[in-house]
């Protein structure tokens, strides 16, 4: 079933040089309990798909398109039936704990805040509950008392607490932006782990969105590949790794510093993808990868190339597609 | 924790004894003969003599210093040479009308400000943001003292509803004391919530846009409760700290307004010490009120550290 | 840009006055006291029958001596300690935050109360308690921004270079400072108008029967029920001057960020 669906998502946002195109025309589609990988350059939209959905779009940001969540236009709802969503249906953990949590309140209230404010908990049941999810993502009681502040925590401990946070109204979706990039190696890996364990067992469907070949292919099923505000490559995750066929897909795993870790095979050298991204006020009319492709040709600057389907699930938005197998 | 107020008690000490020693030499080395300053030109020898054995100027200066501070430690501050009577009585008398008055301003100016900083963040460039701001730069660039003369033009020569001038005093009653402390209190208040609202004002601007507010957005609460929950809350921290720094303004603004109203408070008293050369009087309200000012901060400082659990314990959890 | 105009037009009347005034501002005319308004008086006379408006753009040229000598003794002494202070950090720094933390105790009015008790009232005593109260400000202020200079690249080559502390300071510190330092000069200014005008008013500084602000209104009060103009225009020229002053503060700071936001 359907749990997620964007449908040619459109945000731009107004600058003092004029309105500058951020998202252009995204669509996919995120089934209830499953999870799909976000990745792509800073700056690709990736970050800004996830705040649309969220409905926290920056003030001076437009969106056009549909995003359908349980069968709701998001960005046809009011502020109060949005507000109704977030942290009720569609939670979020952020990429900064040092920074994502309040520093004059404690952990255990602010985890129970979205309790009281959702579910109408009373301040001793919302305690409970909180209590009991600090202890869920490895925070147990007494060593971390809800009385804790968060500049008592690490970073990782830190992040545990969102994560508790957006666990705490038992959402349908949880949308993790970047949450391990702020994190030593070895937080990073064990908050992945939290993520997978927690999504699995209360079935929540998981965005994970990440700049980090190695973290997608360990996390989700499927994926998206992100490039200037368009999806270029999408499919199941071990589809898209066996074949990479965007150019810009396997330009970020040449260039990604420590490739696929232990799971892939590494070995290759470090590369950059020449060129730059287009400036977001004058996106060119055809392919907006093909400024720094070593395959485009004429065919590929008139207008953008529809996304073609090579196995079924598996989609290029590319003329020119690589058709060997990925280099490990 | 104990650490930070040790820290803190013990500069307040050294600020204080710097205080002490400088009021000490302005006022009793520097000019010499202070009994001659006090009595005129044209004082006889005799009274001369006798003021400056009373003030004990036979003395060495080192030993003159170390009795007045024990004076000032035991509260005992000296006589009046004009009043007659002990200074601790002149304030103790006094101060049940300026502590009032400043207080009733301090909240004045919190109840004005705070909610009008606020509103101006929250609807930031629009109508009301730019109201409240031409309504700060006016009140920052209006004399206090002349806002004063307007409000009695307005209401007592004019619509003749409050008093212009004068204290009733407490025995009248509350509500006649209250009436003529309202108008001085209004005046003292203005120019401080100008600057507390602009204060405020920022501060939320920058709290709004720090990750945490956004964080409690994508928990599902409203804009609303985003702002008074989470930003506003830690907006005031630093908010707290400048209205202790305007303590000070408000205590120089109450030697002005005092006699703007003719309302017998320390800020009268002191102006009418200088008039009278009174310099036992002056010297004594100079470093109570600087004193004063020291010890707000202090009392600042540890309420920041309330406020802001990061400034309280140690890590923990690690 | 409001800020720049209404202070431009200040200045101008200020040196106007020097040479001319509608009339003569100490001849008294006794009975064509208290005038309202009219043709000839444009702001009225006052209880000595004194051509209003004149006074008050003599005042004009009270109010800025005053507060420019002012403002100077705060940058002039503040600037150099808050520089000696970042350069050379340490027990430097200590003593003169210290005493930065002492002064603060006094409040201009209240070092002003000080003075004036011991050398009698008067315009220069006035101006120096206001300069004494300003020389916090500009010493913090320094000291802050200079700080942040000195772990920057540019100061830490002058550095490897051999440069001494006092010449980086002069060389580097200062240039990159200078902008912020103007705009704080001209909001101490404002505060620094208030501040005579409010030493006037009480009698402690400007003395009659020289014209200035602050003594206008404290004249103006007794006569309040009288001729309650006399109350509201030397206060609208306190009024306008330190909102232009503000203004061009504000408008300055604009023009020079973002330089100086990150400075501060």
């Known amino acids: ?328 | 924790m104990a650490l930070f107020v040790l820290q803190r008690l013990a500069a307040l000490v050294v600020t204080l004894l710097v205080a002490s020693l400088v009021v000490f030499l302005v006022m009793e080395v520097l000019p010499g003969d202070p009994a001659a300053i006090m009595l005129g030109v044209n004082a006889r020898e005799d009274t001369l003599a006798a003021l400056r054995a009373e003030m004990g100027l036979d003395k060495p200066a080192l030993e003159r210093y170390l009795i007045w501070v024990g004076g000032l430690l035991t509260g005992d501050l000296g006589r009046s040479y004009t009043y007659g009577v002990t200074v601790w009585e002149l304030v103790g008398e006094r101060i049940g009308l300026s502590l009032p008055l400043a207080l009733i301003a301090i909240v004045l100016s919190t109840a004005l400000a705070i909610p009008l900083g606020v509103l101006a963040a929250a609807k930031r460039n629009k109508a009301a943001d730019v109201g409240v701001m031409g309504f700060t730069q006016l009140g920052i660039a209006i004399p206090n003292f002349w806002f004063a003369m307007l409000l009695i033009l307005l209401f007592a020569v004019y619509w003749r509803v409050l008093p212009a001038g004068g204290f009733a005093g407490w025995d009248a009653g509350f509500w006649p004391a209250l009436q003529t402390l309202l108008l001085p209190a209004v005046a003292l208040a203005l120019p401080q919530a100008a600057i507390l609202a602009r204060v405020t004002r920022s501060s939320v601007l920058e709290t709004l846009g720090e990750d945490y507010v956004r964080t409690a957005r994508a928990k599902g609460l409203s804009r609303r409760a985003a702002l008074w929950r989470h930003a506003v809350r830690n907006a005031l921290i630093p908010v707290v700290t400048i209205m202790g720094l305007q303590f000070s303004f408000l205590l120089a603004g109450t030697i002005i307004i005092e006699n703007v109203f003719y309302l017998p408070g320390l800020g009268r008293l002191i102006f009418q010490a200088i008039a009278q050369r009174d310099l036992i009087v002056v010297k004594d309200l100079v470093i109570l009120l600087a004193a004063s000012v020291v010890v707000v901060n202090f009392l600042v400082d540890l309420l920041y550290a309330v406020l802001d659990p990061r400034l309280r314990g140690a890590r923990h959890g690690l | 840009m409001i800020g720049l105009a209404v202070t431009l037009v200040l200045v101008a009347v200020a040196l106007l006055s020097l040479v001319w005034t509608p009339y003569p501002i100490a001849v008294i005319d006794v009975p064509g006291k208290l005038q309202p308004p009219s043709a000839e008086h444009w702001l009225g006379t006052d209880q000595f029958g004194r051509d209003v408006l004149s006074r008050i753009m003599a005042g004009a040229v009270n109010s800025i001596a005053v507060s420019l000598v002012a403002v100077g003794i705060g940058a002039g002494i503040g600037v150099p300690l808050g520089a000696l202070a970042a350069a050379r950090r340490g027990l430097v720094e200590e003593v003169v935050m210290r005493f930065n933390d002492f002064t603060f105790a006094f409040p201009a009015l209240l070092s002003a109360v000080m003075i004036t008790a011991l050398f009698g009232p008067g315009a220069v005593n006035a101006i120096v308690a206001i300069g004494i109260f300003n020389i916090p400000v500009f010493a913090r202020l320094t000291r802050g921004a200079a700080l942040s200079l000195w772990q920057r690249d540019f100061v830490l080559a002058a550095r490897v270079a051999g440069r001494g502390r006092t010449r980086i300071t002069l060389d580097h510190i200062l240039p990159n400072i200078a902008s912020l330092l103007i705009v704080q000069m001209t909001i101490q200014f404002a505060l620094a108008i208030l501040a005579e005008a409010g030493l006037s008013y009480l009698g402690l500084g400007t003395q009659p029967p020289n014209p200035s602000w602050g003594k206008m209104l404290n004249e103006a009060q007794t006569l309040m029920f009288l001729a309650p103009q006399l109350a509201v225009f030397p206060g609208l020229a306190i009024m306008i001057t330190v909102l232009g002053l503000n203004l061009l503060g504000d408008g300055l700071r604009d023009l020079l960020d973002p330089r100086l936001r990150r400075l501060r």
């Open chain 1, 1 to 328: 079933m359907t749990l997620l669906s964007l449908q040619d998502l459109r945000v731009t946002i107004d600058t003092p040089d004029g309105p500058a195109t951020l998202l252009d025309g995204v669509s996919f589609e995120l089934a209830a309990g499953q999870s799909l990988g976000v990745v792509g350059e800073s700056g690709c939209g990736k970050s800004m798909t996830a705040l649309a959905v969220m409905g926290l779009l920056p003030a001076a940001a437009r969106a056009q398109g549909q995003i359908l969540f349980e069968g709701r236009d998001l960005l046809a709802l009011d502020e109060d039936a949005l507000c109704r969503v977030r942290g009720r249906r569609i939670a979020m953990v952020f990429q900064e704990p040092m920074t994502a949590l309040n520093p004059v309140k404690t952990i255990g209230d602010q985890v129970a805040e979205g309790l009281r404010w959702h579910l109408g908990l009373g301040r001793g049941a919302a305690e409970a509950r909180a209590l009991t999810l600090l202890q869920r993502v490895g925070l147990p009681a007494p060593r971390f008392s809800p009385q804790l502040y968060p500049h008592q925590l690490s970073g990782g401990q830190r992040q545990r607490v969102v994560i508790a946070m957006a666990l705490a109204c038992e959402p349908a979706l949880l949308i993790a932006d970047e949450p391990t990039t702020a994190l030593d190696v070895t937080s990073q890996a064990e908050i992945l782990d939290l993520i997978a364990e927690v999504t699995a067992e209360l079935g929540m469907a998981l965005m994970l969105i990440t700049h980090d070949l190695a973290v997608v292919w360990q996390n989700t099923a499927a994926m998206l590949v992100m490039y200037a505000g368009c999806v270029v490559e999408r499919g199941a995750t071990a589809e898209v790794f066996a074949r990479m066929a965007h150019p810009y897909t396997r330009g970020l795993l040449a260039a990604s510093p420590h490739g696929l870790d232990a799971d892939l095979p590494s070995g290759h050298r470090l590369a950059t993808i020449p060129g730059q991204v287009p400036d977001p006020h004058q996106r060119p009319p055809g392919c907006i990868f093909a400024g720094r492709c070593r395959r485009a040709a004429d065919a590929c600057l008139p207008r953008p190339p529809a996304e073609r389907t090579l196995v079924p699930g598996h989609g290029v938005a590319c003329l020119f597609p690589h058709d060997d197998e990925a280099p490990a």
